[in-house]
Structure formats: C-alpha cells, structure tokens
C-alpha cells in the first residue's frame, strides 16, 4: 500500500466522521441549563456525592419506572420546556451519550446542591458550582466548534434558549443551615441577599460573555413553604416565617438586578421568572390547581413527610398528581408542569420582562 494511498484514506476517513454530525437545522434552536436540583437530570449520579437521585422511588413515573437522576417522580422543568418547544430533551453534560448530534440539541450542566456562593453545599462535596458548570460551557463550545466550525457554534449559541436556577440552597444549605451559621454571623438577612445578588449579577454576566443571549433566570420558590422547612422551622404547620421572609427579600432584589442589566446591555437579554408568586399560588389555594395539599410531600418521611431523604423505606403517595411536592424539597412532574406553562404563557405577575411565547415569536424574526 503507497503512502500517498494511506493519506488518501486517512483524509476520507476524516472527511466522514466530520460528515456523520450535521449542522444545526434552521429554525431549532440548542437549549441550556444552569443551576441546582431543581434542573439537575443526571449529572450528579456521575459524581462520588450524597446529592443523587438515582435510586429509587425517584423516576417512578417515568415510561422506565427507573430513577434518571431527576429529583422528581417524573419530568423535571428542564424537560418539559424542552418538551413545549417540540425540542429533543437536553442530556447531562458528564452524561457519555452526549456527543456527536446530540451535542447540537444542548447540554445540562446542573448539579443538584450547589448555590450562587462557592461555600454552599459544602456538605454535599464532590458537586459542580455554578463557576465549573459555566467552565464546561465553555469546554462545550470548543467540542462543537470541532464538530461544525467556530462561526455555526458561535450561532448556535446565540440563538440558543438558556434556563439558570439558583438561590435556593444558599439560604436552606448555607445561611440557615446551622442555627448560628458564619454566613449567618458575617450579614445580617437583607445583607446576605444583597451581597447575593451582587455575586449572581457576576455569573450572568460570564453567562453573556460566553455567548448566551436569551436567558430565563428563575426567583427562588415560597422556601418556608416546602414540607422540609414546615416540619423542622413551622409552628403548627405553617411555613417558616424566617426563610419566607428571605425569599420576599431576595426575588425582588433580583428583578430589580435582571432590569439593571438588561438597560446595561441595552436589550432584554435576562428575563425574570417569579417563581415564588406562582408557588404561592399552590400553596394559598391547592385545590384549585387540583392539589389535595402543597404542605405534605408525596415521599418521605417524618411530619409532612418533610424529614431526611426520599428513599426506598420512604412512605409513596399512590397518585403522585395529587401533591405538589414529590419529596421534601422538589415538586412533582404535574407541578412542574403548571410551572412550565406559566413560564410559556405567563402574565408579568409572573414572567417579567416577557414571557416564553413571546420570546419564541420575536426570536423567530430574527
């Protein structure tokens, strides 16, 4: 065999692995996610970490009936946007599936424990912060830019849809984890929440810097309201005075910081979900989104099923689409699903500056 021949072949070949990934098709546009459990589906399971939901009953109400990594009994809010939009479902950025065409559909960096602040969830070890997830977009982009050209993934990024959920455990897994915690002695609560909306204005702007143009950024939910902080902070089964007090603090602080950077940017690039005024919806009126209650968790265990983990040992509710929240913390599939289609119909009560429809119908001109 010549060595010219051997070139020959070996320029085919090459010629063909870059030939087996087509480019973007028009019109489809990649989908992002950044954030904590609440979107985390699957990348903690490939991580040596307590933080996992990867066994059962977890995923009980998938087609499977197997845990995913999804801290649901079912789709999670990533999913079911992928779902509205007609779009393939994202996978898990260290999932070994994503590679190839499915690189093109987007990736799910998530890990479930992790806060806007470097030290939250400390005690969940081997998880990714927000800074290594934005560090694996980054890894991302050089991937795909291998597989259709710096210019396509560049425009793939632009146009693509991204989802950032953060805040949450820097109060349940930080400030009030301990009854005196450091972060508890270093600010006082309307401190905390301004120095954390100063550290996540940094995030979303590394967030643009790497190309995002479209970014939905979610409030924290009612915190005081989940079944975790009615059992362990609430008097006679209400919420938590004191972390339902953080979470009012904290959300209007960060639509006022969205509205800031989107005059400074000079276009509504960050659009806020008000995630907590929708949960409040399900938790001052149930029955009317077909809940027989927002205050007991479908699975786990203890007053209001509220203590430790979902488990195997874990008492199930039989008809999951009953309750609003699947375990201490996490709401069901069906709650997820009102969630999701607030944020794609919503009113500015919930979606500010506009909602999902919207965006689809103004980004399709473009």
Not at 137 to 152: A, N, P
Not at 268 to 286: G, K, R, S
Request: aromatic share 10%; charged share 15%; with cysteine.
């Amino acid at each position: 065999m010549s060595s010219s021949f051997v070139i020959m072949l070996t320029v085919f070949v090459a010629l063909a692995a870059v030939a087996t990934v087509a480019p973007p098709v028009e019109g489809t546009r990649a989908f992002f996610v950044f954030g904590d459990s609440l979107v985390d589906n699957g990348n903690n399971n490939y991580l040596a970490t307590p933080a996992r939901a990867d066994s059962p009953p977890y995923g009980i109400d998938t087609p499977s009936h197997r845990p995913t990594g999804r801290f649901s009994n079912g789709k999670n809010i990533p999913d079911l946007i992928s779902e509205a939009l007609g779009a393939e479902t994202t996978l898990a950025y260290l999932n070994p599936e994503l590679k190839g065409n499915k690189l093109l559909v987007g990736a799910n960096f998530a890990s479930a424990g992790i806060g806007i602040l470097r030290d939250t969830g400390i005690q969940f070890a081997n998880i990714i912060r927000i800074y290594q997830q934005l560090e694996n977009f980054h890894q991302y982009q050089r991937r795909v830019t291998s597989l259709i050209g710096e210019q396509q993934t560049q425009q793939l990024v632009n146009k693509a849809l991204v989802l950032i959920t953060l805040g949450g455990n820097d109060f349940v897994n930080n400030y009030f984890l301990t009854p005196i915690s450091l972060r508890g002695l270093q600010f006082n609560l309307q401190d905390y929440c301004q120095y954390l909306i100063s550290e996540y204005k940094k995030i979303l702007q590394r967030l643009h810097d790497l190309g995002a143009r479209r970014i939905l950024v979610t409030g924290t939910g009612p915190l005081g309201c989940v079944p975790a902080e009615i059992a362990l902070r609430g008097r006679n089964g209400n919420c938590s005075e004191e972390l339902q007090r953080a979470a009012g603090i904290f959300n209007p602080l960060l639509v006022q910081m969205i509205s800031g950077l989107n005059k400074e940017l000079g276009s509504d690039v960050f659009v806020a979900v008000n995630a907590m005024a929708l949960q409040n919806d399900f938790i001052d009126n149930p029955q009317a989104f077909g809940f027989v209650t927002s205050k007991v968790a479908c699975c786990g265990q203890g007053p209001y099923n509220g203590i430790g983990l979902c488990t195997p040992a874990s008492r199930v509710c039989p008809n999951r689409d009953i309750y609003a929240f699947w375990d201490a913390f996490h709401p069901t599939e069906r709650a997820n699903r009102i969630i999701v289609q607030t944020i794609y119909n919503g009113s500015q009560k919930y979606m500010s500056p506009m909602n999902l429809s919207t965006i689809m119908v103004l980004d399709s001109r473009t």
